[in-house]
């Protein structure tokens, strides 16, 4: 998962690009960057840290222009270096500099970085953006094939997640790979033009109108106006259907974002509906797990009529649980991010609502947490299907082992998170709750994987 941001208008690009970053920080808080065209020369900044700290006000003045791409990262191939932070910078020999950033995993990386490397391409990084920038790269520089020749071919060569944008020194090129797996946006504000990862970006800029990039599509967007490209999305995927990532729904996207057509935060309450629609046990009150299951618990809360009690309190100072690149960190995150309200708890038959479980070992944290504050009973609902293989798109759930849904059967699951019962959605109700359900990915409750190596 990364976020990515661009921006060519009348505005300083740099500080526009910061601002839409800014909104696209759950999707990466590991490293960000940012490069600025002038129309003549590209500058870059990036560095491990979040956009605030990155971005002050001083250095945004540096980075003079009216185009510029930014990144969030969150890492799921490579090191958490500045090499592999993105955007990243192509030089060329006599020609122009370029950058380039994107959101998703390759799946034919390895294939692919050893065929371009074998035609004399060297890579600063392990990162896939470096991969899908040079190889646009070669295809413009050496091979002489204009930039939308050039995404073409580069879209029937690579297998897998990309949302991208290609700047060079007068324009943007945004476009999507043809599963459509991650989410992107365009807009259009006073005197310029936007493109992010998800539509909240649109808002604190003041797009005054925008829409979904679509699979496949390139848009070509410099100061004089845009141009659009539609692919052949179904030639270019070989067959097979589109793979939006329901998880973005689930879990990662602001619930104020609209992406793959729908309203996140209106999905997030039909899932709590539907949880509560197959459950009977009683209890005096609904915790939701803050913030990602907040719209999920009010869902199963009005449906049930049992009361919304936040009764969990969230430090907002500490990352996303599962972004966190190591264990230790990871569990040490825990313990500071979640805290129960004083006598809340006391004597109360609690229904938790979560909206995944991936390891396991933060939802066991919580329920001993709310028990240890005097609950009598703790019943966990979780609303989506079980996690129980990994994410090959961008979703840092990266081992079988490490996923617990992958190891134990639903009821180990309730001994091991010690809660009084479980129950998760399954894939059908997940479906149910969708808008074009057959256009989305499922594979990591599934293991239908959409697209693979080779394929
Ligand atoms: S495998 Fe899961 S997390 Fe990855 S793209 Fe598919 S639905 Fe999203």
């Given at each position: 998962m990364c976020g990515i941001f661009g921006y060519i208008g009348d505005e300083p690009a740099a500080e526009i690009t910061a601002l839409g970053l800014f909104m696209l920080q759950h999707r990466g808080q590991e490293a960000c960057g940012i490069a600025v065209s002038d129309g003549r020369k590209l500058k870059l900044v990036k560095e491990l840290g979040y956009v605030k700290e990155v971005f002050y006000q001083e250095r945004l003045e540096e980075l003079d222009g009216f185009a510029a791409i930014g990144h969030v990262r969150y890492p799921t191939r490579g090191t958490p270096t500045v090499e592999n932070a993105q955007p990243h910078l192509i030089t060329t020999l006599n020609g122009p500099v370029y950058a380039f950033a994107s959101n998703g995993d390759v799946v034919n990386y390895r294939n692919l970085r050893e065929a371009y490397e074998k035609k004399g391409v060297f890579f600063d990084s392990d990162n896939d953006g470096e991969l899908l920038g040079r190889m646009l790269v070669y295809k413009m520089e050496r091979e002489g094939k204009d930039p939308v020749q050039a995404v073409l071919e580069l879209m029937?060569?690579?297998?897998?997640?990309?949302?991208?944008?290609?700047?060079?020194?007068?324009r943007i090129y945004a476009f999507r790979d043809p599963w459509g797996f991650r989410p992107m946006v365009f807009g259009k504000t006073d005197g310029g033009y936007a493109v992010a990862s998800e539509s909240v970006a649109m808002d604190i800029i003041r797009a005054k109108e925008w829409r979904e990039i679509e699979?496949?599509?390139l848009l070509i967007i410099s100061k004089e106006g845009?141009?659009?490209?539609?692919?052949?999305?179904?030639?270019?995927?070989?067959?097979?259907?589109?793979?939006?990532?329901?998880?973005?729904?689930?879990?990662?996207?602001?619930?104020?974002s609209y992406q793959y057509r729908q309203f996140v935060h209106d999905k997030r309450i039909l899932l709590g509906e539907k949880l509560a629609a197959k459950d009977t046990v009683e209890a005096d009150a609904v915790v939701p797990v803050p913030d990602s299951s907040n719209f999920m618990a009010l869902g199963y809360s009005r449906k049930r009529g049992i009361p919304l009690c936040f009764g969990l309190i969230r430090s907002h100072y500490v990352g996303r649980t599962f972004i966190k690149p190591t264990q230790s960190i990871r569990d040490e995150s825990v313990r500071q991010k979640f805290n129960p309200l004083y006598k809340f708890f006391s004597d109360k038959r609690v229904i938790l609502v979560d909206d995944s479980i991936v390891r396991g070992t933060t939802i066991r944290k919580i329920v001993r947490m709310v028990r240890g504050a005097g609950a009598k009973e703790v019943h966990v609902r979780i609303a989506s299907p079980p996690v129980r293989f990994p994410c090959r798109y961008g979703i840092d759930t990266p081992t079988y082992e490490e996923l617990i849904a992958n190891?134990?059967?639903?009821?180990?699951i309730r001994k091991f998170i010690?809660?009084?019962?479980?129950i998760y959605l399954t894939v059908e109700e997940l479906r149910e709750v969708l808008d074009y359900p057959e256009d989305f990915c499922y594979a990591c409750f599934t293991g239908e994987y959409p697209v693979l190596e080779g394929k």
């Open positions: 029937g060569e690579v297998k897998g997640a990309y949302s991208a944008l290609f700047l060079t020194p007068t699979p496949a599509e845009v141009e659009g490209v539609k692919f052949n999305e179904e030639e270019l995927r070989g067959g097979g259907r589109r793979a939006h990532c329901s998880f973005e729904i689930i879990y990662f996207a602001r619930p104020d190891r134990m059967s639903i009821e180990e010690e809660a009084d019962s479980l």
